[in-house]
């Protein structure tokens, strides 16, 4: 039991971390969705594995509200969105794909060597989920980061946000209503950048976020 | 042991004079350089001797010459005997090598002189024992090898070429001198063995390690200290160049090696990170470099840059054992880089020969100009190919060898207890096996481009083979490169006094293995047997060859080149150089060089021909090196105002500097 | 006379490696005509067409040198080598410790050296473009393999073929996110490595989209022979690579009898024909894509390769 329990368990979180990487890869906005469902799905699965091994029901609950909103609402929702704003086409990167994936590769070393270094003493599955954790919230910053389509930064957020949730349930214990809170706010958030999209491409034109920045004044 | 090999340095110095009376005469060239040869000979044999010999005692001299207090000091130990094989190895290549390429040098008189300088200068940089024979034997070495680089100075670059190289090995001596003075301490003990007596305090070996990195670095060709190796090893005559590339840069090896293992006490942990992050780069960056090139000779000493970062992974590597207590692991690691050290030093005095051949024969050190020289020179075409698969790193040859070594070690990474380490090394791996892929991409475009196809020039057409003596000096080489290939257990089982010496552990003993094979650390876990995949690719080579020609068809008929139906007879439809490159360049070349391709077509109805222009921009020059040339420049036009003083303007300088010092000697507590 | 067993199983490996090849290759051709519903030629086709093109004359450019020549049985012999210490229905071959796994590739890495070298002999333009593309796709391809190879033998704790094979089969290893990565990523560079779609067509005679092709496109009669039968060789030699790795059932042990011998000779073709069978489903249902899209393809494998050895620190002894 033992042995099996912490072999899934690291399947599932490493592959959360692999399917981040996936997201980096990705140069069209569909497949970014369709990958951001698939993230979505680990994650669930991953949690739910958990629940399993850790006894918790309210776990469930947890991988019942990933699933829903994430893995199903929200990337149909972007994708109607991006049919609306009808900008299908390819993302532009800041940087190259190759660079990013280097960068990635150097994030996911250094948060496995801060997270094997503090926690010494965890038990194992604690500590490889929280190396996991920090490895998915990096890559998801590391999105916002290099991309500049206000869609793309949705998801990059959006997997951040999974990141943190697969540190919760990796740390046994916390309550339920923190798990809804958190589901809760990521709704709110989805739904103001909803608005705020349409509002910068009401005034813009475009979703380019580089279009809200030459507003300001910044770059040239 | 050290007086014979003193005497050997000392016969070397004595044929300076002698250069100098007889150099514009045509014996002065046999007689220099058959000399040398004879003396590299002895020296080798000495060497060979000391570190194959049981006497485990370093042998020790102290000359009443120098300091009058300190004497110079000399000792030939494993470490010094073994590169001082490998120096005189390289001089008595060069030397054999010469006899028959200075025939054709334009101006004798301004190389006989320092060529056997330049070998007394290396000589005594590994015999030296103390900092001030040590520091007196480089500057010898690094002057005299810049009067080598100068010997061609009308040549447009060359000049350049020089002074740059001019002050980078200033610039290293100086680190060199402040890293012998930090070792050396307050009670100014200068010789070695007073050095490894007391090794330095904490914060100081770290500066040491610094300081010994630039110093030593610079003149290796660590990425970003390299700047002045490609312009000044390919400015230098051929025999030269790989002097400068195959042995002074081990020269600079071995004045890591003495002072970070020997003399620096024991490695702190962080030590390694730095070698093997600066190794790592350096190999990668110098093989890119490398491919961006179409001067043969350029390529060849960026390839230098990067053998020397695959050398230092392997001496980061042998640190961070070292310093977490694992020495048998630590002699793996620096058993592989000192192997490295010896392959590089023959393949890449190969290739240089072959270089100076074509150079030779044809004129032209452009590859876009070359071409089909395969045809003309069969056997320079022949060893050069055995130089391109051995450092391109391809079995059964010796530069595997040493990668392989270097790859077994890194494959130990896991059992040490820093995690940052436990990272770093596959990531430095990675990039070593990069480096080793794009090495070899990069020595098919070398031969590829050089000697097949067809010729692209009448020079290159107009070819002829180099003569015998040449010839022979590379096949002695080659003929390394298969032994060293084949028979690694040998050079590894004799590295062994010199890694027990630094790292406390020695590899296992390679003699007895069945087979010849060689197993780094246990049978299970690894083993390789060159000797055996050699007899394995001949043996069904030859029986495919034979049972195809007799039971199916030895026929042969020569025709045009097919070509999908669109032959051009133009040989500059064929790829070039720069063709090449191209997908590489594409991959890699627009991030790390900024490499901008640019198409001008001429307007519709205009006959003029399109041209395609690319931009390379060398970032570490443009970021490091511009901005202080720059500043350098600024204060000199500033300062160029104290040129035309009038003469009572310059006394009262120099009485405001007399009147300020005593003012500070005054005011001193 | 155990070792006169030990030679013989070394030497049937041999052979039965040189007689599988074009069968695989024939197997690969046939599986993919009948996913595009023709019905595609019989079997043992590319035994005929290396009887036939070993009959032949060879036709030799006016300029190609000795080094043309020579290279066709230095290509063949190099393969032919390392393809015989792969384990493909034994472990523990006689000759297995002559050489480990990074000696295999440097082995394959010796053969596309002086392959590429061939493309640049006559001087022709295609035979330029096949060698640069080659050059540039094994620059990214072999670093990937090495990293494959740092995560196998970090985990077996040894470059040996063998051993790896006989820690793979243990039950110790368990599931493991490291494995799956390099299965992914060897996956990807086997494909690179042997020129099929989507990163180059081996069927193609369209010029500018050919690598393997354009770079052999002056050779003829027995060296073509020989290069075309070192190609299939290569295909069998990472086949069996990924069976004996990531599906090790069956093989049978060093000190097996003729029984196990027979059902890890049985277990090897099954695999190999399972392996075509996959290998001709992918490749009809994707496209190839452009040559400069290659990098990103080999580039994401060296990152699952780094990747995959990355996460080798998580264990669960941990």
């Known amino acids: ?220 | 042991m050290v007086h014979l090999a003193l005497i050997g340095a000392a016969v070397l110095i004595a044929i300076v004079p002698v250069a100098m009376l007889m150099r514009t005469s045509s014996h002065g060239r046999p007689i220099v350089y058959g000399i040398s040869l004879i003396v590299s000979l002895a020296l080798l044999a000495i060497a060979l001797l000391t570190l194959l010999g049981s006497s485990e005692a370093a042998s020790v001299a102290v000359l009443p010459l120098g300091l009058p207090w300190l004497g110079a000091h000399f000792r030939l130990d494993a470490l010094a005997a073994f590169f001082l094989a490998v120096v005189n190895l390289g001089c008595a290549a060069a030397s054999l090598f010469a006899l028959g390429y200075g025939r054709h040098e334009h101006d004798p008189q301004r190389v006989l002189p320092f060529y056997p300088a330049f070998l007394a200068g290396m000589t005594l940089v590994v015999l030296a024992a103390d900092a001030f024979s040590f520091l007196v034997a480089w500057e010898f070495m690094s002057l005299s090898s810049w009067a080598l680089v100068m010997a061609h100075h009308r040549v447009s670059d060359n000049a350049r070429a020089g002074y740059i190289y001019l002050v980078m090995a200033s610039f290293g001596t100086l680190a060199l001198l402040l890293t012998f003075g930090l070792l050396a301490g307050p009670g100014g003990g200068y010789t070695f063995a007073d050095m490894r007596a007391v090794p330095p305090s904490a914060g100081l070996a770290a500066a040491v390690l610094i300081l010994a990195l630039i110093g030593t670095g610079s003149k290796a060709g660590l990425v970003p200290l390299h700047v002045w190796l490609p312009l000044a090893h390919p400015a230098a005559p051929s025999h030269v160049s790989a002097l400068m590339s195959g042995v002074m840069t081990k020269v600079a090896v071995y004045g890591f090696v003495r002072i970070v293992f020997d003399l620096a006490g024991e490695p702190a942990w962080w030590w390694s990170m730095v070698v093997l992050a600066l190794g790592g780069i350096t190999a990668v960056m110098g093989v890119l470099y490398a491919l961006m090139q179409h001067d043969l000779k350029r390529l060849l000493a960026y390839h230098t840059v990067e053998n020397i970062g695959i050398i230092f992974i392997g001496f980061g590597l042998a640190l961070a054992f070292k310093a977490h207590g694992m020495p048998l692991a630590a002699a793996l690691a620096l058993t592989a880089g000192l192997l490295h050290v010896f392959n590089h030093s023959v393949f890449k005095s190969l290739l240089f020969f072959g270089a100076g051949a074509v150079l030779n024969a044809t004129g032209e050190r452009d590859m876009e100009h070359l071409g089909g020289l395969i045809h003309r020179m069969p056997q320079t075409a022949f060893v050069f190919l055995v130089g391109c698969a051995a450092i391109s790193a391809l079995p059964p040859l010796n530069g595997f060898v040493s990668e392989w070594l270097t790859f077994q070690a890194i494959l130990l990474s896991p059992a040490l207890p820093s995690w940052g380490l436990k990272f770093l090394v596959p990531a430095v791996g990675a990039l070593l096996a990069l480096s080793a892929a794009l090495a070899a991409a990069c020595f098919v475009k070398a031969f590829g481009v050089t000697f097949l196809g067809r010729p692209r020039t009448p020079a290159a057409a107009g070819a002829q083979e180099t003569d015998a003596l040449s010839l022979a000096a590379m096949m002695v080489l080659a003929a390394l490169c298969l032994i060293a290939g084949i028979l690694p257990g040998l050079f590894i089982d004799s590295l062994a006094p010199v890694v027990q010496a630094l790292v406390g552990a020695r590899m296992p003993v390679q003699h007895g293995v069945e087979w010849l094979s060689i197993v780094p650390v246990a049978e299970s876990r690894s083993s390789y047997n060159g000797l055996l995949v050699f007899v394995f690719m001949v043996i069904s080579g030859w029986l495919a060859a034979l049972a195809i020609h007799r039971l199916a068809s030895d026929r042969l008929r020569r025709a045009p080149p097919w070509d999908c139906g669109y032959p051009d007879p133009s040989p500059i439809t064929q790829y070039s150089a720069s063709s090449f490159a191209q997908p590489i360049r594409r991959v890699f070349g627009t991030m790390v060089f900024r490499a901008r391709e640019r198409v001008e077509m001429p307007p519709p109805g205009d006959s003029a021909p399109a041209r395609l222009t690319v931009e390379l921009r060398d970032l570490i020059w443009d970021v490091l090196y511009a901005p202080i040339a720059s500043g350098v420049g600024a204060a000199a036009t500033r300062l160029n105002a104290l040129q035309f003083l009038t003469i009572r303007q310059f006394l009262s300088l120099v009485f405001s500097a007399l009147v300020f010092l005593l003012l500070v000697l005054a005011i001193w507590p | 006379m155990a070792l006169i067993l030990d030679l013989a199983v070394q030497g049937a490996q041999m052979l039965l490696v040189l007689l599988l090849a074009p069968l695989l290759t024939g197997f690969v051709r046939k599986a993919k005509a009948r996913f595009l519903r023709r019905r595609g030629p019989p079997l043992w086709q590319p035994y005929l067409d290396l009887v036939r093109l070993m009959r032949k004359d060879v036709v030799l450019a006016h300029n190609a040198s000795w080094l043309f020549r020579v290279i066709p049985y230095l290509v063949f012999a190099a393969t032919w080598v390392a393809v015989s210490l792969v384990p493909t229905f034994r472990t523990g071959l006689l000759f297995s410790w002559s050489a480990d796994l990074i000696a295999i590739i440097a082995l394959l890495g010796s053969a596309r050296f002086f392959q590429a070298l061939a493309g640049l002999d006559v001087g022709t333009s295609f035979g330029g473009i096949g060698s640069s593309r080659e050059v540039m796709i094994a620059s990214l391809a072999e670093p990937a393999m090495i990293m494959i190879v740092f995560t196998l033998a970090l985990l077996a704790g040894s470059t040996q073929l063998s051993t790896m094979v006989g820690f793979l089969v243990s039950p110790e290893v368990g599931l493991r996110v490291s494995l799956g990565l390099a299965l992914i990523a060897l996956i990807m560079v086997a494909i690179a490595e042997n020129a099929r779609i989507p990163v180059d067509n081996p069927a193609t005679h369209l010029e500018l989209t050919m690598v393997h092709e354009a770079m052999v496109l002056e050779y003829s009669g027995r060296h073509l022979a020989l290069i075309d039968l070192a190609a299939s060789l290569k295909l069998l030699l990472y086949v069996s690579l990924i069976a004996c790795l990531f599906a090790p059932w069956g093989i049978a042990g060093a000190s097996a009898g003729l029984a196990a011998l027979a059902i890890g000779a049985a277990a090897y073709v099954g695999k190999l024909a399972a392996g075509g069978f996959l290998l001709a489903l992918f490749e009809t249902s994707i496209a190839k894509m452009r040559v400069f899209r290659v990098p990103e393809f080999l580039g994401a494998a060296l990152m699952l390769g780094l990747l995959a050895t990355l996460l080798l620190f998580f264990s669960r002894s941990l």
């Open chain 1, 1 to 220: 039991m033992g042995e099996l329990s912490y072999d899934v368990a690291h399947l599932l979180a490493g592959s959360l971390v692999l399917v981040s990487f996936m997201q980096l890869y990705q140069d069209r906005l569909y497949a970014l969705l369709n990958i951001f469902a698939l993230h979505a799905l680990v994650l669930t699965l991953s949690v739910a594995w958990q629940a399993y091994v850790q006894e918790a029901p309210h776990l469930y609950v947890t991988a019942g509200i990933a699933l829903v909103f994430k893995a199903i609402v929200i990337p149909v929702a972007l994708h109607r969105i991006i049919v609306k704003l009808g900008i299908h086409r390819e993302i532009e990167t800041v940087v190259g794909v190759g660079p990013t994936m280097l960068l990635g590769m150097g994030l996911v070393a250094l948060s496995m060597v801060v997270m094997l270094r503090v926690t010494t003493d965890a038990d194992p599955l604690a500590r490889q989920d929280l190396a996991f954790a920090l490895s998915v919230v990096l890559l998801g910053l590391l999105v916002m980061v290099t991309r500049r389509n206000a869609v793309s930064q949705v998801v990059g957020f959006m997997s951040l946000e999974n990141g943190l949730v697969l540190a919760a349930t990796g740390a046994k214990g916390m309550p339920l209503v923190v798990e809804i809170s958190v589901a809760f706010s990521i709704l709110i958030a989805f739904i103001v950048i909803g608005i705020f999209l349409f509002r910068i491409r009401e005034r813009f034109d475009s979703v380019d976020i580089q279009t809200l920045d030459r507003f300001r004044g910044e770059r040239r």
